[in-house]
């Protein structure tokens, strides 16, 4: 039986421990999950520092890398926290990671996008440029997900685009690896966006910056729900 009383708890203790924003997702019906004898996915993310955020309009720099490696940490720790919480309960899990350069080099991706449990808990959706968007922080995050077998009530999943005609990451793009296409649930990824192209960059510029990663951040910056984002936090400075 599916515990309300442990949902909350979950979702407490993720708040308390500085996420900005919980979910939690069915993940059966995906052909990727890591484990079928586990399929609910926890998913949490921790909003980056607006003040960084502006500074993307011209690409990526070191102070993004740090911010991105210092929310990375941060999601790791908040799993340890919560994994010693599941398995004291006599559930199983496990967390999949922040994301870091461990991805496949053929195709691009990763083993199990956090995005995929993201849009199953209905946290946001997927915007022209494949990140995920949420109405509250755009898509100036970083996520994490874990993955257990815990009686947990699950979100409803996400249905549809808010991008509607919106063409922000599009233009902004330096080598305009977003087609425009607007997503729907089912629509691969290599079907609106040069995958390709986009790594190409983000690996060629970081080279030339000195920045010890694959990252741009371009997309994140121009769009107008991460714009919504910043005005609010500079409001409240």
Avoid at 94 to 107: N, P, Q, V
Avoid at 112 to 131: E, M, N, Q, S
């Amino acid at each position: 039986m599916m515990s309300l009383e442990m949902t909350s708890a979950i979702r407490n203790l993720l708040l308390e421990e500085g996420s900005d924003i919980v979910g939690i997702a069915d993940l059966s019906p995906c052909e990727n999950l890591p484990d079928r004898e586990l399929s609910t996915g926890i998913v949490y993310g921790i909003a980056l520092d607006p003040i960084v955020i502006r500074k993307l309009r011209e690409g990526p720099c070191m102070e993004y890398l740090l911010e991105y490696k210092k929310v990375n940490g941060k999601l790791n720790e908040i799993a340890e926290r919560l994994l010693d919480d599941l398995l004291s309960k006599g559930y199983s899990a496990f967390s999949i990671g922040s994301t870091t350069e461990k991805f496949d080099r053929d195709s691009l991706s990763a083993d199990f996008p956090h995005k995929t449990a993201a849009i199953r808990a209905g946290l946001g959706w997927v915007g022209k440029c494949d990140l995920l968007i949420t109405k509250r922080f755009g898509s100036a995050l970083r996520f994490n997900t874990v993955i257990t077998n815990a009686p947990l009530i699950c979100d409803d999943p996400a249905t549809h685009s808010l991008c509607s005609e919106c063409q922000a990451c599009v233009q902004a793009c330096p080598v305009k690896a977003p087609s425009g296409k607007e997503w729907e649930p089912g629509l691969y990824r290599d079907e609106f966006l040069d995958i390709r192209s986009c790594y190409l960059h983000c690996r060629d510029i970081c080279s030339r910056n000195g920045l010890a990663a694959t990252i741009c951040g371009i997309c994140i910056e121009a769009c107008p729900w991460t714009q919504g984002y910043i005005r609010r936090r500079e409001r409240e400075v």
